[in-house]
């Protein structure tokens, strides 16, 4: 029994410190900034697991879909108008519409070619926010309404939480229900899945629509936050950052890509200055020549990594991959949770099935 | 009562013609072989029943409806199932979860729950049902064969195809896939059985299909089809050809076989 | 519009120009393609490290001769590329990883992503450019003359940069050609391509033919970014657009095969140049040049997968 508390324990005091974290960083709106943006990544990793992992459809246009409904949302209220609150419910209705369509382009299209496409469809999106200057603004990105009246970052805080909370929730009862069910066939195997009955054309395109719906929320709401969107969040870099959070994270598990985005995005966050003791300071200084040369820096605290702590979640990621595929946050949930469960599941189902034919029995 | 009803036939790849003109009829619980050389013709009949492949010419009714033109999925629902050669168990769903899928296929609106009981009933029957939370993965190769049989029955099928039920099957294996037919055959369902284990088939069917390169050669008594010349030559026949995508049979036409899984 | 005949031929044989050293690089990823059965999400990187390998050989070395150059811009990917691959990608060929296709696909992003950083951390945040490779002789004979920047047949301008390019992208064009025809390792690799295990039966090694052919497809794409290095500016992000095209030119000629490749590469480069030069909006045209590309792209997934010369996925 005590084996089962703990993991309860723990989701319990992580939700806990996260309702509690505002009043905790009072005075660090900068690290509650980065917590609103490690939810907003969050919700993308994870709507990517439940595509990619879950469904088994590889798409690499996850971060297009986030910026349809960003960009929509912002041209409708600059264009006509329109409040955040419409304009996010636009975009993220336009997001799923154009997922839809995606889905549906790439039902026969098997896991690389599936992979392919995305990029291109992805890329072609790129390419049309940077020529379209009238519309988007090109490179030079567009301005959004902020979507509340307030220069704290704590309500935001609160909201990006609540949606990744509501999302998750949400995707976790799909993937339990039969949606769950027929995805996972239908990543398993497609054909074998259509001769057990399975509508797989329409749990396919569902999976792209709910998906895209999600990181098309996640997109419009936040950039109403940070007021601003640019063709340069469309790179192809950002979408790899995705698939590092729910592979590292765990690409079956909703809750391991959703904590492992959480975790890398803080990680990334401190590592931009890794913190050096006082007393070493004077040292690192004297290296910033050499440092400067590898494209290291020195700053007030520590040691500017630059571009270099990418590098190392691209040797965490491969090195991920090779050797731990159920992700490296996923497992440790997993023999938490798991073990026990499923001992007792088998007995508890022999057991119901008894009792059923007992009450029929009897009846 | 069930009808199966095979119009004429025809399918072309390219330039290979691999059904030319099959026409038979099912009619209640009839338990069919279906046998040919490699090549024949025989899985690729079983796609176009089962709506993976769609006839060049032909039709295909099934209780009374015409289903060669539709998806597979549905007419899988309509009570169609099948299984294929090589075992397609979903690897990474447990042992239950695999049963679950046609249940929940069948009847979306469902609880998941609704279907234990029958779900954990049929996996007993199979002797699997200690395996029912483990991954289909973890199942031996006997082991994911049963499970397919058992996932079929979740669809609740009138026609039930296996292609292959017997290949590389132990004896002990072999006795409960054979009880796993009778059980089902006598429940009032109809199978058709692809294979190249003679014995079994003969000892299974009621009535025998032939096919050879895309036509039915035969279709009736086994015992009758047995003899039947033009059935003696294709599987004989083809073993003077040096060339050719057919192969001598895994066991002789008639007689006594060994088989070490 | 009124489009001059002259502009026409411009635009054609400047994409046929273009389109040599995009064949030059999906012919690298049409080989590991048909060896190793995976499509190289990281090729654009190994472009991209080829064209770096040229620019700081010669910024270093500045006697450098840039053909020097060019062969390190081949020798360094194609060594990335067989220690990523024995790394990385040989335990899938050993049957050591699960669901292979899912993993070919995530680990080579990986490596695109770590290149890309990679080099982002190394080089810093500005675009370089090498010069000019090799100057022209500068004369004058009427309907042909140079200067040394650039070649004029017939009132038609060629850049002596993309000429060079073209140039030396058709001679490693043509000696791979030859090396997979006529030499012994060349003839393993197309054995290995069309049947692995009859290729094994004859004492062949198909592991360490998958090493070779994944090197030969980094440097192929390295030789191909080191052609460009001094006709584009180069950014750690060039070689996404380099990757999609490659991506594109192989779908179009069919994956695994090479006249495919060839034939798709100047194909495209034809297409792009004649769409970025009829484009009826100026402003426009350059940013949408890769879109024609794309949209071929897409055309081709939907409508013929296997392309025009290709075997299925």
């Known amino acids: 029994m005590k084996q089962k508390l703990l993991p309860w324990l723990l989701g319990v005091g992580l939700l806990v410190l996260a309702l509690a974290a505002p009043l905790l960083l009072q005075n660090q709106q900068y690290w509650l900034f980065i917590a609103t943006q490690a939810y907003f990544w969050a919700m993308l990793a994870a709507s990517?697991?439940?595509?990619a992992g879950y469904a088994g459809q590889f798409s690499f246009g996850h971060i297009a879909f986030m910026a349809i409904a960003a960009y929509a949302s912002g041209i409708v209220g600059r264009d006509l108008g329109w409040s955040p609150l419409s304009g996010i419910i636009f975009g993220v209705l336009l997001s799923g519409f154009v997922g839809l369509v995606i889905g549906w382009l790439c039902l026969r299209l098997r896991r690389t070619y599936l992979a392919l496409f995305t990029i291109a469809f992805a890329e072609i999106f790129r390419l049309m926010v940077n020529a379209e200057l009238d519309m988007t603004g090109g490179p030079m990105g567009l301005y959004m309404d902020p979507l509340l009246n307030t220069t704290s970052y704590i309500p935001y805080y609160y909201i990006m939480l609540a949606l990744l909370l509501a999302s998750l929730g949400f995707m976790y009862w799909l993937a339990n229900s039969h949606f769950g069910l027929f995805f996972r066939s239908i990543r398993e195997d497609e054909e074998a899945a259509a001769a057990m009955g399975v509508h797989v054309v329409r749990y396919k395109i569902m999976a792209f629509v709910v998906t895209s719906m999600i990181a098309g929320l996640?997109?419009?709401?936040?950039?109403?936050?940070?007021?601003?969107?640019?063709?340069?969040?469309?790179?192809?870099?950002?979408?790899?950052?995705?698939?590092?959070?729910?592979?590292?994270?765990?690409?079956e598990s909703l809750l391991g890509a959703a904590l492992g985005a959480i975790l890398i995005h803080f990680a990334l966050e401190w590592l931009q200055e890794i913190p050096v003791p006082a007393g070493l300071m004077p040292n690192l200084i004297a290296l910033a020549p050499t440092l400067e040369k590898f494209g290291l820096g020195v700053g007030d605290r520590g040691l500017v990594t630059n571009a270099w702590r990418m590098v190392g979640f691209g040797i965490l990621l491969m090195l991920t991959l090779r050797f731990w595929r159920n992700g490296l946050i996923h497992p440790l949930i997993e023999r938490m949770f798991r073990a026990e469960a499923r001992k007792e599941t088998v007995a508890k189902r022999m057991q119901a099935v008894q009792t059923q034919e007992q009450e029929e029995v009897e009846s | 009562m069930i009808e199966l009803d095979v119009r004429n036939v025809y399918k072309s790849f390219g330039g290979v013609q691999a059904l030319n003109g099959v026409s038979f009829k099912i009619e209640g619980n009839q338990l069919v072989g279906l046998i040919g050389p490699n090549g024949a013709g025989k899985t690729t009949l079983t796609n176009v029943l089962s709506g993976i492949l769609k006839p060049?010419?032909?039709?295909?009714?099934?209780?009374?409806?015409?289903?060669?033109?539709?998806?597979?999925?549905?007419?899988?629902?309509?009570?169609?199932?099948?299984?294929?050669?090589?075992?397609?168990?979903f690897r990474r769903m447990t042992v239950l979860e695999n049963m679950l899928v046609p249940a929940m296929a069948l009847h979306p609106a469902s609880?998941?729950?609704?279907?234990?009981?029958?779900?954990?009933?049929?996996?007993?029957?199979?002797?699997?049902?200690?395996?029912?939370?483990?991954?289909?993965?973890?199942?031996s190769g006997g082991q994911q064969k049963l499970l397919e049989l058992g996932r079929l029955l979740m669809l609740d099928p009138d026609v039930i195809i296996l292609d292959e039920p017997f290949?590389?099957?132990?004896?002990?294996?072999?006795?409960?896939?054979?009880?796993?037919?009778?059980?089902?055959?006598?429940?009032?369902?109809?199978?058709?059985?692809?294979?190249?284990?003679?014995?079994?088939?003969?000892?299974?069917?009621?009535?025998?299909?032939?096919?050879?390169?895309?036509?039915?050669?035969?279709?009736?008594?086994?015992?009758?089809?047995?003899?039947?010349?033009?059935?003696?030559?294709?599987?004989?026949?083809?073993?003077?050809?040096?060339?050719g995508p057919v192969a001598i049979p895994a066991r002789p036409v008639a007689g006594p076989e060994e088989n070490d899984a | 519009m009124d489009i001059s005949g002259q502009y026409l031929v411009t635009l054609v044989l400047n994409g046929?120009?273009?389109?040599?050293?995009?064949?030059?690089?999906?012919?690298?990823?049409?080989?590991?393609?048909?060896?190793?059965?995976?499509?190289?999400?990281?090729?654009?990187?190994?472009?991209?490290?080829?064209?770096?390998?040229?620019?700081?050989?010669?910024?270093?070395?500045?006697?450098?001769?840039?053909?020097?150059?060019?062969?390190?811009?081949?020798?360094?990917?194609?060594?990335?590329?067989?220690?990523?691959?024995?790394?990385?990608?040989?335990?899938?060929?050993?049957?050591?990883?699960?669901r292979p296709g899912e993993y070919a696909i995530l680990v080579t992003f990986g490596l695109s992503f770590f290149l890309q950083y990679l080099m982002a951390g190394i080089v810093g945040p500005f675009p370089k450019k090498a010069d000019r490779f090799f100057d022209l002789p500068t004369f004058d004979l009427g309907w042909i003359k140079a200067t040394a920047s650039t070649l004029t047949i017939g009132g038609?301008?060629?850049?002596?940069s993309r000429l060079t390019a073209g140039l030396i992208a058709m001679i490693l064009i043509g000696a791979m050609i030859l090396f997979i025809k006529r030499s012994w390792t060349g003839k393993a690799l197309q054995a290995v391509s069309q049947d692995r295990e009859a290729a094994a039966v004859t004492g062949i090694n198909p592991l360490n033919m998958n090493t070779l052919a994944?090197?030969?497809?980094?440097?192929?794409?390295?030789?191909?970014?080191?052609?460009?290095?001094?006709?584009?500016?180069?950014?750690?992000?060039?070689?996404?657009?380099?990757?999609?095209?490659?991506f594109v030119i192989i779908v179009l000629g069919g994956m695994g095969s090479m006249p495919g490749a060839l034939l798709g590469g100047l194909i495209i480069g034809i297409v792009e140049s004649l769409g970025a030069g009829l484009f009826p909006d100026p402003g426009r045209a350059l940013a949408y040049k890769d879109a024609f590309g794309l949209l071929i792209f897409a055309a081709v997934l939907l409508l013929k997968p296997t392309g025009l010369f290709g075997r299925e996925l």
């Open chain 1, 218 to 251: 996640a997109g419009a709401v936040d950039h109403h936050f940070i007021g601003f969107i640019a063709p340069t969040e469309l790179i192809i870099g950002r979408m790899s950052l995705v698939i590092a959070m729910a592979v590292i994270g765990g690409i």
């Open chain 1, 48 to 51: 990517w697991a439940l595509l």
């Open chain 3, 16 to 98: 046929l120009l273009i389109g040599l050293i995009y064949a030059l690089m999906a012919l690298g990823l049409t080989l590991i393609f048909s060896v190793l059965g995976i499509v190289s999400f990281a090729h654009g990187e190994f472009y991209m490290l080829g064209g770096y390998v040229v620019y700081f050989a010669l910024e270093r070395f500045t006697n450098l001769s840039p053909i020097v150059a060019i062969l390190l811009a081949g020798i360094i990917p194609f060594l990335v590329g067989i220690i990523f691959e024995r790394l990385f990608l040989q335990p899938m060929a050993r049957g050591e990883i699960e």
């Open chain 2, 56 to 89: 060049t010419s032909g039709e295909v009714w099934f209780n009374g409806e015409r289903v060669d033109k539709l998806p597979p999925y549905q007419i899988a629902r309509r009570g169609l199932g099948r299984t294929f050669q090589v075992t397609r168990a």
């Open chain 2, 111 to 139: 609880r998941k729950r609704d279907f234990y009981k029958k779900a954990m009933e049929i996996l007993e029957f199979l002797t699997i049902e200690h395996m029912a939370n483990e991954y289909a993965r973890s199942l």
């Open chain 3, 214 to 246: 994944f090197g030969l497809g980094a440097m192929l794409a390295g030789l191909s970014g080191a052609t460009l290095v001094d006709v584009f500016a180069w950014v750690p992000w060039v070689g996404v657009q380099a990757s999609s095209k490659s």
């Open chain 3, 156 to 160: 038609i301008p060629f850049s002596a």
């Open chain 2, 167 to 243: 290949a590389g099957v132990h004896p002990k294996l072999m006795e409960k896939i054979y009880e796993y037919i009778r059980i089902v055959h006598e429940q009032g369902k109809a199978f058709i059985l692809i294979s190249h284990d003679m014995e079994s088939i003969f000892t299974l069917s009621e009535r025998l299909l032939v096919l050879n390169f895309g036509e039915l050669i035969a279709d009736g008594d086994p015992q009758v089809v047995k003899h039947d010349p033009a059935v003696i030559e294709a599987y004989l026949g083809e073993e003077e050809e040096e060339e």
